[in-house]
């Protein structure tokens, strides 16, 4: 049965979701898993395999640069780009009316 206290922690949890993207809107790269370079995982199970079989020291594959984040190493979480976006609209927003504001009292006070 869901109760409030279920309610509270559902928000309480999205919460500091939210908070940990604001915080980190990037998190590593899923395929390098952040540094920068990927062995061609096909190949490297065909070497692994030739190597298994033959006996071979046949030179590993090596490494490329990760073409999933481009050899940067992160990747931008789900969510931050829309979080930080909405956070600056609303900002932007409320500057406006902070302006607005100020500009009607100084015509008042004229």
């Not at 979701?17 to 995982?41: D, E, Q, T």
């Not at 692994?48 to 481009?70: E, F, M, N, W």
């Amino acid at each position: 049965m869901l109760t409030a206290s279920h309610i509270l922690l559902g928000f309480a949890v999205l919460a500091v979701w939210l908070l940990s993207l604001w915080v980190h809107p990037f998190g590593r790269c899923p395929r390098c898993r952040g540094r920068r370079m990927a062995v061609p995982f096909g190949r490297y199970l065909i070497w692994l395999a030739y190597r298994h079989l033959t006996g071979s020291t046949r030179a590993k594959p090596r490494p490329r640069p990760c073409r999933v984040c481009k050899a940067i190493g992160r990747r931008q979480r789900i969510g931050s780009r829309t979080l930080h976006r909405t956070v600056r609209r609303i900002r932007g927003e409320l500057d406006g009316q902070r302006k607005a504001r100020q500009a009607a009292l100084e015509e008042n006070t004229r």
